[in-house]
């Protein structure tokens, strides 16, 4: 029986454009789609824009020269990195744990390590607020030796590192699970010890998924408004946060400086959102290049 050679077909297939194939109902899905995305993201964020810059670049500028907003600045630039350290090490050890090793509890470490996702911010702030505030046993102890948690920056950074908790090592759970545990396996039979192991092969393999889900972390504490909301008091000079200080902003009718602080977040976050992609898409490429090799 003669075989049937495939393979010019599946490659006039792989190279044919993708929008040869689009019907009428598909091109009206994506129209529809990107119509829902101008309306829902891109109005609102070209809107922030006009009222920051109405009343001229002078003004809106002025915004930044604020002592309270520089304040808010500096306290969320310092909540962010305390919460892409702690929750980057989180992550990765996590990673690690749940996919290298079988032990019992195993599913339930990957719901708790999912449960930040599924509570409001502001139950979340409630709950670190009972726990630490000054009434209860651990916020008392914490007051005794001298260190404030609630209604101070160390309650802040806890709430943010709390809500931001599983992003950096979901990413990595997804990406070390996919690629097995092979060449870990080789390189300890090879007489590698662990840190050597987890230096030489683990890590440069899920470096772009750390990466992704740090940025991911980033964007999501810089905007955190919820559980810091409750737990930090909005004591302004001292607690008060970019979200937070955007808040206090509009309630006064200082609508010119809400919206350019506004738009400044959301510019920074829109950035790393697009770095975040960028980088996401070379992962699947690389993933396509190493299934197709």
Not at 194 to 201: G, H, P
Request: charged share 10%.
């Amino acid at each position: 029986m003669t075989a049937i050679n495939l393979e010019p077909l599946v490659t006039s297939v792989r190279t044919r454009p993708n929008t040869a194939r689009l019907h009428l109902w598909e091109r009206a899905a994506i129209a529809g789609v990107a119509l829902l995305l101008a309306f829902f993201v891109f109005l609102p964020l070209c809107s922030i824009a006009y009222e920051a810059l109405r009343a001229g670049l002078p003004l809106a500028a002025a915004t930044f020269a604020d002592p309270y907003a520089q304040s808010a600045i500096v306290l969320s630039a310092i909540t962010a990195v305390f919460t892409i350290a702690f929750n980057g090490a989180f992550g990765v050890l996590a990673g690690w744990t749940l996919t290298k090793y079988t032990f019992p509890g195993k599913a339930l470490l990957l719901a708790v390590i999912d449960l930040p996702l599924t509570i409001s911010p502001v139950v979340a702030g409630l709950a670190l607020l009972l726990v630490f505030g000054t009434r209860s046993p651990i916020g008392a102890w914490f007051e005794a030796h001298g260190m404030q948690v609630a209604f101070a920056p160390p309650g802040i950074i806890l709430a943010t590192i709390f809500v931001t908790f599983p992003y950096v090592a979901r990413e990595t759970i997804a990406l070390l699970s996919e690629t097995g545990r092979e060449l870990e396996e080789a390189a300890l039979g090879l007489g590698a010890t662990l840190w050597q192991t987890f230096t030489r092969v683990t890590f440069p393999r899920a470096r772009w998924a750390i990466l992704n889900g740090v940025l991911l972390c980033n964007a999501r504490a810089l905007g955190e408004f919820g559980a810091v909301s409750v737990i930090s008091g909005n004591i302004r000079g001292l607690t008060d946060t970019v979200p937070l200080h955007i808040d206090v902003l509009y309630n006064s009718y200082n609508l010119v400086g809400a919206f350019t602080l506004a738009g400044a977040l959301a510019l920074v976050t829109i950035t790393l959102t697009f770095i975040r992609s960028t980088i996401d898409a070379g992962m699947h490429r690389r993933a396509n290049a190493e299934t197709r090799s």
